[in-house]
């Protein structure tokens, strides 16, 4: 095993895997959280496109056909192989930034944070990157144009599709902050109620708005006359971008977080704003000192919860790596995984209280994963978010944009907690133009035989599951199991093992109870993974969607 110094991370931050003599993938696989969105990307693929066309394809369509998870008015993390004589990786940072205008006490009223305003309305939007993040991924690694790789989602959008129980069920949660927004009402219900499935959903204006992207690219929504509509909307509604921000935004290409694991494996997952892949890289660097292998189901439940609590604690040390230094190389460090693993007794939970404290998460409800393998192996694993489930709730009039609510993802309150008893880190306060710190961690295990893919929605829950997905392929299962395995969660505060409704069974939890667990079932299935396989050997290569959602794997 090789173990990572603090010049060896930087070395390794270059790190690129020499090409042996992989065979091609066989097949040419998208995989994302809805069948028109897949379709839209095999489209792109049939015309030409590689693995950063279907992506941008994909990442339009979604906005047309999931509105409640990503959208032109979210933000994202793009990670991308790169195929060629040496293989090597980028990371897209798309992710929102707070407006100028904004503070550490934006959302306080009468020195309480109202956690209300940092949810619904144009106040909780922070300024996107997706439209940005489209052209950049066009310009630098498309094969096909804009135009041709937005036109899927164009189509989508002018002539409508039939929404499903998923979109139902969604909008059901997110109704009356819908029916409080004209606009949003007028679009994403029938006549201001809930649509039945199979309601079409027709979006000119989005239309478009990506229409106007796809002819004159990113600067038609950051400038001129489409931006002034933007803010002028924003700011009769309360809200407080200027045109100056929009101005301002910029994608940021950032070095893959990469770190060498057993088996000559390495994993290459997503590096701040995301404190997700740091908590990956921690919790597979601690197993590695583990027996989960031959563990049973309830003692792999055990450790998994250990590992997952030391690495959660570590998030409140992380934020925007514009505006603060974040210390990575010590998170990571041998002594400190050592330390962390040496510290899990066999059959003893350690009560987070027990842990210098951290931060406790408070992070929305939906988002969205899509995975990419091309023909030349090229792949491309995204995670894109509004935040909550239609993001902030409002639609900006004659745009179709609906703006994301990611700037909940800040410790509004960094002294004591929320309205939620939830506390904060002063790393991710509130600050002008940063970046609000996420748990999006779309994520590759590479090494010379096998290539994977993985990633999920989930908030809080999203480093975990890609962990336990991962286990899954590191385990020698196939990816339908990486996506359908029941789930465990341990996030370091609240100090609770939460598992999926039949995930652990009545004695399993007693004996988990025993070890000083608080076990909790929770009361739904959760998650959204999307993975990729390819076995570099043969070439043959697979994908599979999670089962709970209705997500679809096609291939090419
Ligand atoms: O960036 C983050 O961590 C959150 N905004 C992601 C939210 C999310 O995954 C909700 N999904 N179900």
Known sequence: ?????????????????????????????????????????????????????????VTAALAVVEPYGSGLGGGGFYLLRHAGKKTNYQFLDARERAPLAAHANL???????????????????????IPAAL???????????????????????????????????????????????????????DQQQLPKTGWILRQPDLANTLSLLAAQGAKSFYQGPFAEKLVQNIQNAGGIWSLKDLALYQVKWRQPLIVPLAEQRQLITAPPPSAGGIAIAQSLLMLQRLPWQQAKPAQRAHYLAEVFRRAYRDRSLLGDPD?????????????????????IQVDQATPSSHLPPGSVLYEGDHTTHFAILDQQGNAVAATLSLNMMFGAAFTVPETGVLLNDEMDDFAADVQGSNAYGLIGSQVNSIQAGKR???????????????????????GSRIPSMNVLAMLEFLNGKAPQQWVASPRIHHQYFPDVLGFEPGALTEQQQQRLVKQGHEVKELTRNYGNQQVLWWQKDSGHSAAASDPRGSGASLSH
Do not use: C
Not at 16 to 27: C, E, G, I, M, R
């Open 135 to 189: 052209d950049e991924l066009s310009q630098k690694h498309g094969r096909l144009s804009l135009a041709e790789n937005l036109a899927p989602a164009i189509a989508l959008a002018r002539n409508g599709f039939a929404i499903d129980k998923v979109y139902q069920e969604r909008a059901s949660w997110r109704l009356a902050a819908l029916q409080k927004d004209p606009e949003s009402a007028r679009i994403f219900l």
């Open 107 to 129: 959302y306080r009223i009468n020195g309480v944070v109202s956690t209300k305003l940092s949810l619904d309305g144009p106040l909780a939007a922070a300024i996107p990157g």
């Open 323 to 343: 505006f603060i230094n974040n210390p990575i190389d010590a998170l990571l460090a041998r002594q400190h995984i050592v330390q962390m693993a040496d510290s």
């Open 1 to 57: 095993m090789r173990w990572l110094s603090t010049i060896a991370l930087h070395v390794l931050l270059l790190w690129s895997v020499t090409a042996t003599a992989a065979q091609p993938p066989k097949q040419a696989y998208v995989s994302s959280a809805h069948p028109l969105a897949s379709a839209a990307g095999i489209e792109i693929l049939k015309q030409g496109g590689n693995a950063t066309d279907a992506a941008i394809a």
């Open 436 to 458: 609000p710190l996420s748990s999006m961690s779309p994520s590759f295990l590479e090494g010379p035989h096998e290539f994977a893919a993985f990633g999920t929605p989930g």
